[in-house]
């Protein structure tokens, strides 16, 4: 049931994204680990949209090349509130210059709360595009296992590891005030 409601709603974001109907914007989100930067990639490659990733946007305001490690405590550094907060500032932005230049773009990063949400809602609202927010989620064991893999592959920009996840689990606020899908 899963797969199918994953594919649906993948083949939804692909019909409204396409790059000759009019800008829209698609946030990908979920805790780290449950497989949102793969799928907002994808989507991405496949719909010819922009794709912004918090993990780049917190590596470029820290001055760090995509793929350098940051071993940093939880919530501390670069995963502190104020680096949190001009990172999806940063998010925001970029969409909204996409936006005005007619584009779809790809928001990839956790929103684990509303606070973080709500600009983006927002940025949708004020600029009369479509939002398509997908949240993917994963089982805790499968979870574990990306974590445990994550940390042998040099490429990836991401930081988490399972204690982020862990940290992640007991501030995410389900996306409520998203309106339903039509």
């Not at 974001?13 to 793969?38: D, E, H, I, Y």
């Not at 970029?94 to 005005?100: K, N, V």
């Not at 600029?127 to 990306?146: G, H, K, N």
Request: hydrophobic share 45%.
């Amino acid at each position: 049931a899963a797969a199918a409601e994953s594919s649906r709603h993948f083949a939804l974001a692909v019909r409204c994204t396409r790059p000759n109907l009019a800008p829209a914007l698609v946030l990908v989100m979920g805790l780290s680990g449950s497989g949102k930067s793969l799928l907002a990639g994808a989507l991405a490659h496949r719909v010819g949209a922009a794709l912004l990733s918090t993990d780049i946007a917190r590596k470029e305001l820290a001055g760090l090349p995509p793929t350098r490690r940051a071993a940093v405590a939880v919530g501390t550094e670069l995963y502190d509130r104020d680096m949190t907060a001009r990172v999806y500032a940063r998010m925001t932005e970029r969409a909204e210059m996409l936006l005005a230049q007619g584009h779809a773009a790809i928001l990839d990063g956790t929103f684990l709360t509303r606070e973080l949400r709500a600009p983006v809602l927002e940025l949708a609202q004020r600029s009369r595009v479509p939002l398509f927010v997908i949240e993917c989620q994963a089982p805790d064991e499968v979870v574990r296992q990306r974590q445990q893999q994550r940390a042998t592959e040099p490429w990836t920009a991401s930081d988490a590891t399972l204690a982020v996840y862990l940290d992640q689990q007991g501030r995410r606020e389900p996306p409520v005030e998203v309106p339903a899908a039509a």
